[in-house]
């Protein structure tokens, strides 16, 4: 009625015809558009701002000052266009003064009619006005987050940015990831409109507090006629160059080898007996506790070659997968005796993987069980095309110990190689990987390169990872200082600003500024990245916020309904988290000697445990432990790890009056099992009932006590077992246990007695006196700790 009354009011207003059938369609658009929440209110809640709009939008006052507007905007658009009309007429009968060349005054004048028409024109299509589709917004805005395909997203928006290039572009800053409400602020247009501009690019189940990327943002930016603001620094970075098939170039260079193996074969004896020193004896547990690197002079040829000696645990898998990806050759050791173990399969699936060269070289041949046969047939079963059997894998029978065929080993290495046609450019640039980091006494930080292109001398300047370094002295593998380093060459350098990590690449840049321009690009990026890892985390927990909130809503609609929690839980237990699903984590701090063991040692407990409880690493550092590790393990409850290194008497005594524990380890396997051990003692308990005796009740009997009280004795005789006072008991009556608790009494005729043995006759009272009956059953029993492991 009232749209109808208001129609009327328009048709008196002496509108044209067509002019009132549009504004009957904009009103009947806009009105319907403003109630639909008011119908969705009576079935379903909806947002405050929708409330508010439809309270406004549905008053009659408001929808007759909508109209009154409509009206007047109708009739000034027919007021200008019969003005236009009018003017255009009078200079058409008016003779002009010259026909190619307008008046200046007619000009301006003809520009604002146009204007005005056109804006009168747009305004009278009723088409824009009905924007949007308010159901599937609301929809949209209260449904569960889901994770857009920002792949196809991104393609799709890039797409449309490209299809308007001619949009005016205004700058504008974006931060890494922002909110769609945050970014609806910054490109000052209303959320929902935003919303409805994602969805056409192909996210789904959008809400307002949904993170974007930085990437994602600009494009949808350039859409709103937006130019993001880049930093100058973005674009500057090192990066490998290309392998160059001009052979004038190129230079041979030496072999780099990779010793691999399973702990205790003997990868060190071999490398002791090629370069003729001691390292065995001084190892701790028989075994190479970093990865060094050693230039070797085969004495029949004459030739150099590179060794990279890997530890053979393990633990050690991220350094030796580094070692592998930097090396020519690998040296696959297996003992004779032992043949193929773990470690040595771990070693075949990354040799086969890296593709690169394999010896095969069986140590301990001297030995008197030396079965090599096996070892061959054990490593054809395990994939590798061995030469024994018709394949190109060389394999060697060798003694470390004696020598034996140590010189036929050296020289296929050197074949091997020489089929490689081993090459590299000498005047390059210079690259190289980091294969050791530490701090030095009167040389401060150090890192040994291997030289992979190029020669290093004093003054270069080299980047790698996030820190970078100008060359100030450089030593050999024997302490020796030298003047270049050339490829296939292990270094010393000094004067890094930061320790570089182990495996990391170095890269020769032009000079320190441009360095330093990299290692702020590569640590924007690094942020970038970790925080582009939270965005997820972010998201599952706020879509896990959302659902706990439907819970709650769901448990308070029960309790309304007068249901109690136990209630509730037995007719949904999903709403109600599963606390034994909770991982209880237990922290550690690692201090070692080098990047390359505290890497070796993160990596190795780092996630071990099961679905109950997991080892967690919250810092990790070189050098010996300082009193702010000790305050940073009290604040987290964490065990400090120390390996390899010296842990200072004063800093033991202040861990000590903290009530921190600091371990000291020397070999990593030891590591591992204590932490193992730690891991297992936090397992909850489990334990097992076991009845040690049992009395049967044969009579009642009620006996006096001081005043009136009475009290009830179960005349009863012990049926299995030395029933003890002391006990814990259990009240069991036709197989269901009904009473859990201790003795209050034990009798034989009326003495106390602190146990009775099988077959006797006892009067027997409980704690909390239960009720007892004839033929009921008194079970002593103990719970026993089942030993669980991880």
């Not at 109630?35 to 709009?53: G, V």
């Not at 110990?401 to 090459?423: C, D, H, P, R, Y």
């Not at 990872?465 to 024997?478: I, L, P, S, W, Y």
Request: proline content about 4%; some cysteine; glycine content about 6%.
């Amino acid at each position: 009625m009232l749209a109808r009354s208001l129609i009327s009011r328009a048709c008196l207003s002496n509108l044209s015809k067509p002019n009132i059938l549009a504004i009957k369609r904009d009103l009947s658009h806009t009105f319907y558009a403003n109630a639909a929440p008011l119908r969705r209110s009576r079935f379903q809640p909806i947002k405050k701002e929708s409330e508010s709009a439809a309270e406004t939008a549905t008053a009659a006052g408001s929808i007759e000052e909508l109209l009154d507007t409509k009206i007047a905007e109708k009739l000034n658009e027919e007021k200008v266009v019969e003005t236009a009309k009018s003017s255009k007429s009078k200079q058409q009968h008016k003779r002009p003064q010259n026909k190619d060349v307008k008046s200046e005054n007619d000009q301006q004048k003809q520009k604002v009619n146009d204007k005005r028409a056109a804006q009168g024109s747009k305004n009278s299509e009723p088409e824009n006005i009905q924007k949007r589709d308010y159901k599937n917004e609301q929809k949209r805005i209260n449904s569960t987050q889901k994770p857009a395909k920002v792949s196809k997203v991104k393609v799709k928006a890039k797409k449309k940015a490209a299809d308007n290039p001619n949009s005016p572009k205004y700058k504008l800053d974006i931060p890494t990831f922002l909110s769609v409400a945050n970014f609806a602020t910054i490109l000052k247009v209303r959320v929902p409109e935003l919303i409805e501009k994602l969805d056409d690019l192909g996210f789904e189940n959008i809400t307002n507090e949904h993170i974007l990327d930085a990437e994602t943002a600009e494009l949808i930016a350039q859409e709103y006629g937006f130019e993001v603001n880049r930093d100058d620094n973005t674009g500057a970075d090192l990066f490998p160059a290309s392998e160059t098939t001009d052979s004038s170039k190129l230079t041979p260079k030496a072999p780099v080898v990779t010793i691999m193996g399973h702990v205790d074969h003997g990868k060190t004896s071999i490398l002791d007996y090629l370069r003729k020193s001691s390292i065995v004896k001084g190892e701790f547990g028989g075994i190479t506790q970093h990865i060094g690197a050693f230039v070797v002079q085969t004495p029949v040829s004459k030739k150099k070659i590179t060794f990279l000696d890997t530890p053979g645990h393990a633990a050690f898998l991220k350094m030796r997968e580094r070692g592998a990806n930097m090396t020519d050759i690998i040296v696959l050791v297996v003992a004779a005796e032992d043949s193929v173990k773990p470690q040595t399969v771990e070693a075949i699936k990354h040799a086969k993987g890296s593709g690169v060269p394999i010896v095969i070289a069986i140590n301990k041949c001297d030995k008197p069980e030396a079965n090599p046969d096996k070892v061959v047939a054990d490593l054809a079963s395990h994939g590798i095309d061995v030469e024994d059997y018709g394949g190109e894998t060389p394999v060697c029978r060798i003694s470390a110990k004696t020598g034996l065929g140590m010189k036929e080993f050296e020289e296929t290495i050197v074949t091997v190689a020489e089929l490689l046609e081993l090459k590299t450019e000498e005047r390059a640039n210079v690259e190289g990987w980091v294969l050791e980091s530490q701090v030095k006494k009167g040389l401060g930080n150090v890192a040994t390169l291997l030289i992979k292109r190029g020669q290093l001398k004093p003054g270069c300047i080299l980047v790698s990872g996030t820190t970078f370094c100008k060359v100030r002295v450089m030593k050999d593998e024997h302490g020796k200082p030298i003047k270049v380093a050339k490829p296939a060459q292990p270094v010393e350098v000094s004067g890094w600003k930061e320790l570089p990590e182990a495996g990391d690449y170095a890269i020769q840049a032009k000079d320190e500024n441009y360095a330093k321009k990299v290692i702020i690009n590569r640590e924007k990026r690094k942020r970038m990245m970790d925080e582009a890892s939270q965005v997820e985390e972010m998201n599952k927990r706020r879509i896990k916020s959302i659902e706990d909130s439907k819970k709650s809503e769901k448990i308070q609609e029960y309790q309304l309904q007068g249901f109690s929690l136990e209630e509730i839980k037995e007719l949904e237990p999903d709403l109600f988290d599963d606390e034994s699903n909770k991982i209880k984590y237990v922290n550690f701090i690692i201090k070692a000697d080098v990047s390359g063991s505290a890497e070796a040692v993160r990596q190795s407990i780092e996630g071990l445990g099961n679905d109950e409880v997991k080892s967690r690493i919250i810092f990790e550092e070189v050098g010996a432990p300082t009193e702010s590790d000790i305050a940073r393990a009290k604040d987290s409850d964490a065990e400090i790890l120390v390996f390899n290194t010296k842990v200072p008497k004063d800093i033991l005594n202040s861990a000590s009056k903290s009530k921190v524990e600091i371990k000291e380890f020397n070999v990593i396997y030891h590591l591992i099992e204590d932490v193992l051990k730690t891991l297992t003692s936090k397992l909850t308990p489990i334990y097992e009932t076991k009845v040690i005796s049992k009395v049967a009740i044969k009579q009642l009997f009620e006996i006096g006590l001081k005043g009136k009280e009475t009290m009830i004795i179960a005349g009863s005789r012990v049926i299995d077992g030395t029933f003890k006072k002391n006990s814990q008991v259990r009240l069991v009556r036709n197989g269901e246990v009904i009473y859990t608790g201790k003795v209050k009494q034990l009798k034989v005729v009326k003495n106390d007695v602190n146990e009775v043995k099988n077959g006797a006759d006892c009067g027997v009272s409980l704690e909390g006196d239960p009720e007892m009956k004839e033929g009921d059953i008194i079970e002593a029993f103990e719970q026993i700790p089942i030993q669980r492991h991880l």
